[in-house]
């Protein structure tokens, strides 16, 4: 049984839910889980796996598709129980507009009580699961690397923002490999290889983590080959080869069912069946066990290096240039003029532009500057973004707010002039019911969903086109604070600052990876009394002791700086 809702509510599709299990008979005491997927492509293969693996694990599950970039804002929702929906239950949600933007309050209504949630991405991986809307509150959390445009990329970027309880179908892919690599390790007489080679597709995550996990299991470093000319092509792992004293076990995929298997003295070799495992296959293993799976914690985190120093995400980058004038509204003109065609040029090349504003006294000068600089530069602002580098978790509308020093003089000027209110993306607050760190994942969600995880793939690409940034006498940027624990956090695009040196205590930041993704840095400082931090700030990248030293442009970081400010650069 199929009901489709147009333009509804979480609540109704609950009533709605209720009103067919009772017409069509069904119950949900065998229910075990929630299974949420995060739709972003055709769900129609995505939605058979989950049908075949609610078989074996009953399940509530439902899929997410939002589209944040609609004109309209809405919910439509497609509701499956019985036959459709095989030994489970299926609700599809379609967000729209400003919908997206509380995913959480929308699935809350429809989740299983007292059952454990396991949340799936597909496609399209989070840059950190764990730090996810959704994925904070689940269990498990599975991503697929390998369907995602950047496979490797997004295996580091997974690496980086891991947490117990994430697991990847790449690493499901290899149950079978593991196992029967195991099996022939452990024929007599067992011995530590002195080489270890695997073979497979370039780029595959799978045989990345292949060749880590022997690696890591046997202490022998593992080379990564591709597969030999004339071969088959089979994506993923082809082969292993661990060679050892006694002779060399091999193990070679021949079909997309089978593979032989050969061992020392015995090189006829014997064909063992090992058919590729199916979706559906992937999804029931990881519903089966949803414990975490601490060897891939440990093998994903022996593939890539961990960033020790903060100060990696500003290396590799143009110097910064500095510019003084005279005073504090110079300082706020020259910038504003800088960004206004820095945001014109974007906007010609990619057709839109992401602006990050900043508070304080030049911040807000700025800002105001702003709306007559895009008049004169040309600037679309029906094509701008604007986002924040940092909030205080105050109510909206407070003095305190950053937000709220720009409210009347720059953002009320560009509604008029047709700035979409979808494109403003201000950080929530205590009055939005969530919490600091849950409102710290909703705004490092809303970055994802527009792209802003790109410096989680690479340090090579930029999402914002113009970052400004105010900086304290201290030399904090953002709410990144010298000697802060808090700064160190970089597993996910926002994170919740407490006990901030400068009240109000709880703050929303960027975090380094994400502040170090602009294509154009703006540093905006005036007075005497910040003179010393300039100075210290222009002597190396030290983010513990400095923050304002570790953040830099792609193409470039200006130091806008009035003559009291700069007084000590020369020294």
């Not at 045989?207 to 089979?234: Q, S």
């Not at 050969?262 to 414990?291: C, F, I, Y």
Request: proline letters at 6%; a negative charge.
């Amino acid at each position: 049984m199929i009901t489709t809702l147009n333009d509804t509510t979480a609540s109704a599709v609950d009533k709605t839910m209720t009103e067919m299990r009772e017409t069509f008979g069904e119950n949900t005491i065998g229910r075990v889980l929630t299974l949420i997927i995060i739709a972003t492509g055709d769900i129609e293969e995505v939605l058979d796996a989950a049908i075949a693996a609610s078989h074996e694990h009953p399940a509530r599950v439902l899929v997410v598709d939002t589209d944040p970039e609609a004109e309209t804002s809405g919910l439509d929702a497609e509701i499956r129980v019985g036959r459709d929906a095989g030994a489970g239950e299926i609700v599809i949600l379609k967000a729209r507009g400003s919908v997206t933007w509380s995913l959480d309050t929308l699935v809350m209504a429809l989740l299983l009580p007292d059952a454990p949630i396991v949340t799936w991405w597909p496609e399209n991986a989070p840059s950190s699961p764990v730090y996810d809307v959704l994925g904070s509150m689940s269990q498990r959390r599975i991503t697929d690397s390998a369907a995602c445009t950047d496979p490797l990329g997004t295996l580091k970027r997974l690496r980086r923002g891991y947490a117990s309880g994430d697991s990847d179908f790449a690493w499901a892919r290899l149950t079978r490999w593991r196992g029967l690599v195991a099996s022939a390790f452990e024929v007599p007489p067992v011995s530590i290889p002195t080489k270890v080679e695997v073979s497979g597709t370039e780029g595959n995550p799978s045989v990345l983590l292949m060749a880590t996990w022997l690696e890591h299991t046997l202490g022998v470093e593992a080379e990564i080959l591709p597969p030999p000319e004339g071969n088959p092509e089979f994506a993923g792992v082809h082969s292993v080869r661990l060679v050892r004293e006694d002779g060399t076990i091999e193990l070679t995929r021949i079909s997309d069912d089978s593979i032989i298997m050969k061992l020392p003295g015995d090189d006829s070799g014997q064909h063992v069946t090992m058919p590729r495992r199916t979706l559906a296959e992937l999804v029931t293993e990881e519903l089966r066990r949803l414990d975490p799976d601490e060897v891939y914690g440990e093998v994903l985190g022996a593939a890539f290096s961990s960033i020790g120093d903060t100060g990696t995400f500003a290396t590799g980058k143009p110097e910064p240039a500095d510019l003084v004038v005279a005073d504090a509204d110079a300082v706020a003109q020259a910038a504003a003029s800088a960004a206004a065609e820095q945001l014109a040029d974007a906007i010609e090349q990619r057709d839109h532009a992401h602006l990050v504003l900043t508070g304080g006294t030049v911040g807000t000068l700025t800002a105001a500057a702003l709306p007559a600089a895009f008049e004169k530069a040309g600037v679309d602002v029906t094509r701008l973004h604007l986002w924040w580098g940092d909030e205080r978790f105050v109510e909206h509308g407070s003095d305190e707010r950053n937000d709220a020093g720009v409210s009347a003089s720059f953002l009320d000027v560009l509604r008029e002039k047709g700035l979409p209110a979808r494109n403003v993306h201000h950080m929530p607050s205590p009055s939005d019911g969530m919490s600091l760190e849950d409102a710290a994942a909703w705004y490092g969600q809303q970055l994802d969903q527009m792209g802003g995880d790109a410096p989680f793939h690479t340090r090579g690409q930029a999402f914002f086109d113009v970052l400004m940034l105010g900086m304290g006498p201290d030399g904090h940027i953002a709410s990144l604070f010298p000697e802060h624990p808090d700064q160190n956090q970089v597993r996910a695009s926002a994170v919740a600052v407490t006990n901030s040196p400068k009240p109000p205590a709880e703050r929303i930041s960027l975090t380094w990876p994400v502040l170090n993704s602009a294509r154009h840095v703006a540093l905006l400082v005036a007075g005497a009394e910040k003179a010393d931090a300039v100075k210290r700030a222009h002597e190396g990248i030290d983010p513990w002791a400095v923050p304002a030293s570790a953040v830099r442009g792609l193409e470039s970081t200006t130091w806008f700086l009035d003559q009291a400010a700069a007084g000590r650069t020369a020294e």
